[in-house]
C-alpha cells in the first residue's frame, strides 16, 4: 500500500493526515465537522475553526493518522507516551495499544509508533498490521 501524507494548513497550524493509519472511527467529524468533512474536497479546512480547537480534535484521533504541528516549529513534534502501554480492545474494530510501541515487520524493519497504534483483529486490512478500517466494510463483529 502507498504511503501517503497530506497536509492542510490555516497558517498557524499545519494538520498531517496519514490515510493509511486512519481507522475511520469518525471521531474527527463528529467533533470538528467544519474542519473535517469527508464529503468536500479537500477534507480538510483549518480555516473553518481556531488553532485551539483543531489541535484538541487531533489529539482525540485514535489512530494516530491525524498529527499537527504549529508552523513556528521546523517540523511535526513527535509525542512521547510517558505512561504504561495499554491495550483495549475495540468493539467491533480494532485492537487499541496505548503508547510507544516498536513493530518488526517480516523482513526484519522497525516501526515505532507512539500515542495510539491500531492493530488489524478482522483479518481484512490492507495495510496489516494495521487497521484500515476495513473491518467497517465487511460487518465484523468481535
Known sequence: ?????????????TI?????????????????????DPRRRPWVTPEQA????????IKKCPSGALSYY???ETE????????????????????LVYGNVAIKDGRGSLTR???VTAFCRCGA????????????KIGFEG
Open 113 to 115: 509508533k507512539n500515542n
Open 16 to 36: 498531517v493526515w496519514k490515510p493509511n493509519q486512519c481507522i475511520h472511527s469518525t471521531i474527527c467529524f463528529k467533533g470538528l465537522g467544519q474542519v473535517f
Open 70 to 72: 504549529m508552523n513556528s
Open 50 to 57: 481556531t488553532t485551539q480547537q483543531i489541535v484538541e480534535q
Open 125 to 136: 486490512s490492507g495495510n496489516k498490521p494495521f487497521c484500515d478500517g476495513s473491518h467497517k
Open 1 to 13: 500500500m502507498k504511503d501517503i501524507t497530506k497536509k492542510y494548513t490555516n497558517g498557524e497550524v
Open 76 to 95: 511535526a513534534t513527535e509525542l512521547k507516551v510517558e505512561a504504561e502501554t495499554i491495550v483495549e480492545t475495540s468493539p467491533n474494530g480494532p485492537l
